[in-house]
């Protein structure tokens, strides 16, 4: 890296990284950064937040376990510890990701939050323009490939409910929760029915608390185990020899088989199966580790959707009302990709590649996306493995052939 200042109305500093600009310092960026390290190639990685994997250790839960075995969670040449859980809590996992960084040497700028990054057609590179999160000064990276790696789950997801700010009692999305310890007695309601809303159910269920889960559209609900294995890991089995079509259909039967009926809980099922639903618009089936115990027992009671709030209120739907203390949005998140990448023809408007999985990590100019196969962490390694390869060969070709031009001063002109 090279630094040089350019003193105008404004003074930001200017860094020439020779090599690419990894955004996020997520386990995907982790990921991307272990390989080129392995191959020997410079790359700057920023992360917004003062820690790796910031979703992880600040905004999940406590009782959160990766819902996959562990081997189809592990990031590319580091498998987890043999003494490590199928599924490691959420302490193990963190624990995990920083030993992996502590292994590979990566050491992310962290508190830089990045503010645009825009492809400079003339100059043929990237400009990524960060502000510290401090509200310190602002720096501009300039670089030959940007990785884009803040994932699916950047930003949450609030929606706007009429009456909600006048609702009165506690409002928070489910990235704030953290335990069910300080709602004993209390009756929440959970708006969202995926795994983060059954989980934060039944959570609040042993502690005590009166959950009821707001059901408003149809879900698939999965074991996650079947006769002592990985529902997923079957599935995956399956999809060797047989269509996807008929993993679904035989997956369905398993589920009735061991869950039972769940349509006269109020769960209603999608018509489409649960992995066409996953590979066509990204929806990950539920899979129940006591939830739906606690469904049928009436611990967790099913309500339709949300009407509106009043003070101390919720009419729902069907014009039932009830009275709640709390609200929790387990309403999901979202890609933060459009509101900083100025680039329109690799990414889509929802801030996902427009090449669907497994053609969504390259496009043009230096441009590579990890992280966005809406296939969990095994999806983001098999794609930081394909980058950091394919980062190598152009960086070592470029060296070969010395044609890669590393300035000894350059003058940025300020935007401002």
């Known amino acids: 890296m090279f630094n040089f200042t350019d003193t105008d109305m404004f003074s930001r500093r200017c860094v020439w990284v020779n090599g690419p600009v990894i955004v996020g310092a997520g386990p995907s960026g982790l990921a991307v950064a272990a390989g080129l390290k392995d191959q020997g190639v410079p790359f ?4 917004r937040a003062d820690c790796i994997a910031s979703l992880w250790q600040k905004r999940t839960y406590d009782r959160l376990k990766l819902h996959l075995p562990k081997q189809f969670c592990q990031l590319p040449n580091f498998p987890f510890p043999d003494h490590y859980p199928e599924y490691p809590s959420k302490r193990q996992f963190i624990e995990y990701l920083e030993s992996y960084a502590n292994h590979f040497n990566i050491n992310p700028q962290f508190n830089e939050c990045v503010q645009s990054a825009k492809y400079d057609e003339v ?19 300039i670089c030959q490939m940007l ?12 929606p706007e409910i009429e009456g909600l700010k006048e609702f009165g009692g506690e409002v928070i999305h489910a990235c704030d929760y953290k335990s069910g310890e300080g709602y004993r007695g209390k009756k929440v309601l959970v708006v969202g029915c995926g795994n983060s809303g059954m989980e934060v159910s039944l959570d609040l269920c042993n502690h005590e608390a009166k959950p009821a889960m707001v059901v408003r ?22 999809l060797k020899w047989l269509p996807l079509w008929l993993v679904d259909k035989i997956m369905l039967v398993l589920a009735w088989m061991i869950l039972g009926d769940i349509e006269k809980y109020g769960l209603k099922r999608p018509s489409a199966g649960p992995l066409v639903l996953k590979n066509t618009q990204g929806k990950t089936p539920v899979l129940d580790i006591g939830a739906l115990e606690k469904i049928r027992s009436r611990e967790i009671q099913i309500v339709p959707g949300i009407k509106k709030f009043s003070c101390g ?15 929790v949005l387990a309403t999901g998140y979202c890609s933060n990709v459009p509101y900083w990448l100025q680039e329109t023809e690799f990414f889509a408007k929802n801030g996902y ?6 053609n969504g990590w390259k496009g043009n100019g230096g441009l590579y996306a990890v992280g966005f196969t809406r296939r969990g962490l095994s999806g983001a390694s098999a794609d930081a493995m394909k980058i950091s390869q394919d980062i190598a060969k152009v960086w070592k070709d470029d060296l070969k052939q010395k044609k890669q031009k590393v300035p000894t001063h350059r003058r ?3 935007t401002f």
Do not use: Q
């Open 44 to 47: 700057v990685i920023l992360e």
């Open 217 to 238: 559209s149809s879900v698939h609900v999965l074991p996650r185990e079947v006769f002592g294995k990985s529902t997923f890991e079957l599935a995956m089995f399956m």
């Open 123 to 141: 100059c043929r590179l990237w400009r990524v323009k960060t502000v510290a999160a401090s509200g310190g000064g602002e720096v501009e990276y």
């Open 313 to 327: 209120m919720v009419e729902l739907d069907n014009g039932e009302n009830l009275e709640i203390d709390s609200v």
């Open 353 to 358: 590649p427009k090449a669907s999985f497994p």
């Open 412 to 414: 940025c002109i300020s």
């Open 147 to 158: 990785v884009v790696a803040t994932g699916e789950n950047a930003e949450r997801v609030v």
